[in-house]
């Protein structure tokens, strides 16, 4: 298979039929050779279907005048057999393009006398803005990267950065390996400029931003002409970097010839590229009959509709598997979701045991805590009936010495007997007082905590009251016990008269003084009375207590009999709850089991069928996607060859007007009229949106 590239502004791959080799000229070619024009330009109006595959790159819009010709620059070949080669139109032919392959280096082309291609028969590539962010720091980051990965691909050791900014041999060098590689050329440094040089090369192959570039001066390689040399080399290394792609990974029957592809085209897989293909097909076919006058197109539309709705409905094929394959995975999740229903009836069952479990926990903790508490109940009991020994070894002691005290005094067994009973009695009476003193002050200590608790009360009480009666002036003064000086004598140390040795009081029987005392002592002694009177009242209070304490100490002492029996009943339920715990934790083990178990299983078939029905609704929406694009691009594509091909009609008409003045003028050909079916047939080939 001869595959080519073609040079256009883009550096794109184009279809083989674009260019001219002298052992095949297909039926696009005769047809643009009969016209006079060039494969440049006409390969350019064929190439418009592919933009769509490299959109990264900006692509120069075919105008009017790109695609008019003056009638004085190039004459008609004629398609006679045997009539010679127009030699313009073989100069035109050597044109260089943007990936031609050339055997060997020749002269730079634009110096060469009649190699310089007519005016208007190749694109125009100037006044286009350059719209990439080549001075941003991450751009030049991107580019840089792709272009040292180039030369380490191709085993050159350069390495280029923005700072420092290379050589200008370094930059000569590189830009000639790049080159070379790129346009399969041996080109070498030379004894011209290398801004001249590289000007000069890039211009020949196309570079789309060539006028910005040529601006610049750059013997001497600077920070600010940097970024549109670094432009340029990635603008090859991604054109080279794109064929090579676009050859290895994609076979592409747009690049083959035309006696494979008459073999091929029925048996190659229905993709975009074929469509692509099957729509050129179709255009050649159209444009073949245009020329010939025949403006009936129903035979070519007819096939390349029912190609495209055989398309449709094999997408709509597809689609239908996978609606029904999505409605299968819709039933599978409804019977997982069951699967999930009891696996949730059987958390809440875990949950049940689990809450049971801790129940059986709790009521655990709190036999173990009365169990530490009869402990410690023991221990103390133990402590006592110590004491208690060891108080009765005490009293067998002391009643061994009384026994030979006894006999060295030699008392009667009645007089012991007799003192015994005296020191029992001695001893109640004094454990009786004891016992009230005890009582007594724990009464004072109850009554204190009373007092005590009652005192900031009633002092802010008294606060209060007296406050209120200091304002309204009707708080009296408490009277006070004695007056000032009641109580005031001097002694007379000079008199020996017991009567007159005390002086400036009255101290006779009927004095002042004697009342005094008189009267705080019968204030004591009600006071006194008073409180006599309150011990009995609290002596009373006491006996009732003790007959609460009393019914108390029942009451407890049947509390402990309820708890004796609670104890009692807690062991034996201890121990069957012992056994029915054990069979439940072997039970609850078992469902765990079991219940990791399925949820394992289903998780995994969860998982399983969610990542299928993904792949199959992401597949899907890709076979929708893509549908929807390439019916958006055959519009698009249709629409714009309509345009093109009525650019195409004036600039024919225009053409034929020149040759025929031509013609009239050197007596070699004349034709009749124009073809007034021109304006029907663009209508015809004007496919609607």
């Known amino acids: 298979m001869d595959v080519r590239r073609l040079g256009g502004p883009s550096g794109l791959p184009v279809p083989s039929y674009a260019s001219e080799t002298p052992q095949r000229q297909s ?171 590289v000007v000069e090369l890039l211009r020949i192959v196309r570079y789309p931003w060539i006028d ?91 096939i390349f509709m029912d190609v495209f709705e055989a398309k449709l409905e094999q997408e709509q094929a597809v689609v239908d598997g996978y609606e029904k394959t999505i409605a299968e995975l819709r039933e599978e999740s409804a019977q997982l979701k069951l699967g999930e229903d009891a696996e949730e009836r059987l958390k809440a069952e875990i949950t049940e045991l689990d809450a049971e479990l801790d129940r059986c926990q709790e009521v655990k903790r709190g036999a173990l805590n009365k169990i530490r508490q009869h402990i410690e109940f023991s221990k103390s009991l133990d402590a006592d009936i110590k004491m208690w020994e060891d108080n009765l070894a005490q009293l067998t002691r002391t009643c061994a010495i009384l026994a030979e005290d006894v006999k060295r005094q030699n008392i009667s067994p009645e007089e012991v007997s007799r003192m015994f009973r005296e020191r029992e009695t001695l001893l109640k009476q004094f454990d009786d007082l004891s016992a009230k003193e005890l009582e007594l002050q724990n009464q004072a200590h109850s009554l204190s905590v009373s007092i005590f608790r009652e005192a900031d009360s009633v002092e802010l009480l008294v606060e209060e009251i007296t406050n209120k009666l200091d304002k309204l002036k009707l708080h009296p003064k408490p009277p006070a016990p004695f007056a000032p000086g009641d109580f005031h004598f001097t002694f007379n140390r000079a008199t020996d008269d017991l009567d007159a040795i005390i002086t400036g009081a009255d101290i006779s029987p009927n004095g002042k003084m004697v009342k005094n005392l008189s009267s705080y002592a019968e204030k004591m002694r009600r006071e006194r009375a008073d409180l006599a009177s309150q011990a009995v009242r609290l002596e009373n209070e006491l006996d009732v207590a003790t007959t609460e304490l009393d019914e108390l100490r029942k009451v407890v002492d049947e509390k402990r009999t309820v708890v004796k029996n609670m104890l009692e009943e807690h062991a034996t339920a201890k121990k069957a709850w012992e056994a029915e715990s054990n069979g439940s934790r072997v039970h609850l083990e078992t469902i765990i089991r079991e219940t990791s178990k399925i949820k394992m299983a289903n998780q995994d078939r969860g998982m399983a069928l969610s990542t299928r029905l993904d792949a199959l609704r992401l597949e899907k929406n890709e076979t929708s996607l893509k549908l929807q694009r390439l019916m958006t691009k055959l519009i698009r594509d249709l629409v714009e060859k309509a345009e093109q091909v009525t650019e195409l009609k004036a600039w024919t008409s225009e053409r034929l007007e020149s040759l025929t003045r031509s013609a009239q003028e050197d007596d070699l050909e004349s034709f009749e009229q124009l073809p007034d079916n021109l304006d029907a047939s663009i209508r015809r080939l004007s496919i609607a949106r």
């Open 27 to 197: 039926r696009l070619g005769r047809m643009r050779q009969s016209l006079g024009g060039s494969h440049a330009q006409t390969s350019n109006i064929f190439m418009q279907a592919d933009r769509s595959m490299n959109s990264g790159i900006p692509q120069p819009q075919i105008t009017q005048s790109a695609l008019r010709m003056p009638s004085s620059s190039v004459r008609r070949q004629s398609t006679r057999p045997g009539a010679p080669m127009n030699p313009m139109l073989a100069s035109v032919h050597q044109t260089p393009a943007l990936g031609m392959k050339t055997p060997m280096r020749q002269p730079p082309l634009m110096s060469m006398p009649g190699s310089v291609a007519p005016k208007g028969t190749i694109p125009r590539t100037h006044n286009l803005q350059d719209e990439r962010p080549i001075r941003e720091r991450a751009h030049q980051a991107i580019m840089l990267k792709a272009i040292n990965d180039f030369l380490r691909e191709h085993g050159k050791d350069t390495i280029l950065r923005s700072h420092p900014t290379p050589s200008a041999k370094d930059f000569q060098e590189t830009f000639l390996f790049i080159y070379n590689i790129a346009f399969d050329d041996d080109l070498a440094p030379g004894s011209r400029k290398m801004d001249e040089e």
């Open 212 to 302: 910005s570039l040529a601006k610049l001066s750059f013997s001497i390689i600077t920070p600010h002409v940097w970024p549109q040399l670094l432009g340029s080399l990635y603008w090859m290394v991604a054109g080279q970097e794109f064929y090579n792609s676009w050859m290895d990974e994609k076979k592409d029957p747009n690049l083959m010839d035309e006696d494979e592809l008459e073999e091929t085209q029925m048996n190659a897989p229905f993709d975009e590229t074929r469509l692509v293909l099957l729509f050129l097909s179709y255009l050649g076919d159209n444009w073949l009959s245009y020329c010939q006058h025949n403006d009936d197109f129903s035979v070519q539309r007819g």
